[in-house]
Structures are given as C-alpha cells and as structure tokens.
C-alpha cells in the first residue's frame, strides 16, 4: 500500500516556516495548513507583503536602522530636532523601536544587526562595528550609550565596543540594569540584585 506523501509545494512552505526564528516544524505545519485551508485571498496578500518588505524599505546608510527606500538617510538621522551628541548603540532594529516607545531618548542610534557570537560564528567583522567608529570620527558624538541586550553574547559585544571605542577619547556608558517594575525581591537572582544595588540613585 503506497504512503501518502505531503505535496510537495505544502512541504516547501513548511521548511520555508521553519527557518524563521522562534518557528518549529509543529508550528511552520500550523501556518501552513492555515493558510491552505482557509481564505484564498490570505496568501496572495501575504507574498504581496514579503514581496513589499524587499522592495520598499532598506537600511539607512548613516546607522543602519530600517528604513523607506526613498528616505535614506532616515527620519531619526535626517531630523535636525535629534541632539547629534548622544548615540545609542543597539543591537536590531527591533531595538530601537522598543526605545522609541519609551519618547525619552532624543539623540540618535547606530544599529549593529546582530552580536558577537562564536559559537555561530558571527564575530565583529560581521557587524556594523566599523561604521561605528567611522562615524564616531566624523559626527560630533560625546557620550556613546551601549544598550545591547543583557545576555552572554550582548556583554561580550559591549565589552568589545567598550576597548575598540576607548581611543577615541568618547564618553561611554551602559543602560542600567536592575529590578523590573512590579517585580519582588524575593524572586530576583543575585546577578539582578547585585546590579540593582551597584546602580541605585538618590531619590
């Protein structure tokens, strides 16, 4: 009795689901069969979309955020109302939309895209670490805010910034880190308690 093979296009969309971070092959085989089953217009707007994602939008060529094709340098670089002295390093794009949010940084952002990390072979020549400290010999920039994310990966990423930033006589700092709003202290670890502690302010 012959097996009953997956048709070959549902398969393509599956392993193509599964290359997407955070996307196993249960969940590429939940989007796929969604897709298939349910309105005809769905997929056709979808592969517009991927479509629209390539053609219409790039990276700024000054900090490497995304942008609209047409605006490059981008709003944030291009906008005479960002103070020129203050730059946030970051590590995606993401980041610097999540910074956004906040409506209190009012500098401007150089976009790494991506962390040092060996065990995926990505090291500092695969960033956009360069770029920075070109930048930083052209641009009136005084303090440098190095705010990628607090893992093993972004510390050693800001450790390298940090040595490969010290010549250029440019004031350095980290985003502080501590206890998160709402959270008890029973239920830190030490690492956050620790740090918590090392960056307190006067009230």
Same mark, same amino acid.
């Given at each position: 009795?012959? /097996?009953?093979?997956?048709?070959?296009?549902?398969?393509? +969309?599956?392993?193509?689901? *599964?290359?997407?971070? %955070? !996307? #196993? =092959?249960?969940?590429?085989?939940?989007?796929?069969?969604?897709?298939?089953?349910?309105?005809?217009?769905?997929?056709?707007?979808?592969?517009?979309?991927?479509?629209?994602?390539?053609?219409?939008?790039?990276?700024?060529?000054?900090c490497f955020n995304i942008t609209d094709a047409q605006s490059n340098p981008c709003p944030v670089c291009?906008?005479?109302?960002?103070?020129?002295?203050?730059?946030?390093?970051?590590?995606?794009?993401?980041?610097?939309?999540?910074?956004?949010? /906040?409506?209190?940084?009012?500098?401007?952002?150089?976009? +790494?895209?991506?962390?040092? *990390?060996?065990?995926? %072979? !990505? #090291? =500092?020549?695969?960033?956009?670490?360069?770029?920075?400290?070109?930048?930083?010999?052209?641009?009136?920039?005084?303090?440098?805010?190095?705010?990628?994310?607090?893992?093993?990966?972004?510390?050693?990423?800001?450790m390298y910034l940090q040595k490969q930033l010290f010549p250029l006589g440019v004031k350095v700092t980290?985003?502080?880190?501590?206890?998160?709003?709402?959270?008890d202290l029973e239920y830190a670890d030490e690492t956050t308690l620790a740090r918590a502690l090392s960056?307190?302010?006067?009230?």
């Amino acid at each position: 009795m012959a /097996t009953l093979a997956t048709p070959k296009a549902v398969q393509r +969309l599956i392993d193509e689901f *599964s290359r997407l971070p %955070g !996307i #196993g =092959p249960k969940s590429a085989s939940r989007l796929t069969f969604f897709l298939l089953r349910g309105d005809g217009q769905l997929p056709r707007e979808l592969a517009a979309a991927l479509t629209e994602l390539k053609e219409r939008t790039r990276f700024c060529s000054n900090c490497f955020n995304i942008t609209d094709a047409q605006s490059n340098p981008c709003p944030v670089c291009s906008d005479p109302a960002r103070q020129t002295g203050v730059l946030c390093v970051v590590e995606e794009p993401l980041d610097v939309m999540a910074i956004e949010r /906040t409506r209190e940084f009012k500098g401007r952002y150089h976009v +790494l895209n991506g962390v040092i *990390s060996p065990v995926e %072979g !990505i #090291g =500092p020549e695969d960033l956009k670490i360069r770029e920075l400290v070109e930048r930083l010999k052209r641009e009136p920039v005084r303090e440098v805010i190095i705010a990628t994310n607090i893992s093993l990966e972004g510390e050693a990423t800001a450790m390298y910034l940090q040595k490969q930033l010290f010549p250029l006589g440019v004031k350095v700092t980290r985003l502080a880190r501590g206890l998160p709003v709402g959270g008890d202290l029973e239920y830190a670890d030490e690492t956050t308690l620790a740090r918590a502690l090392s960056g307190r302010s006067e009230m």
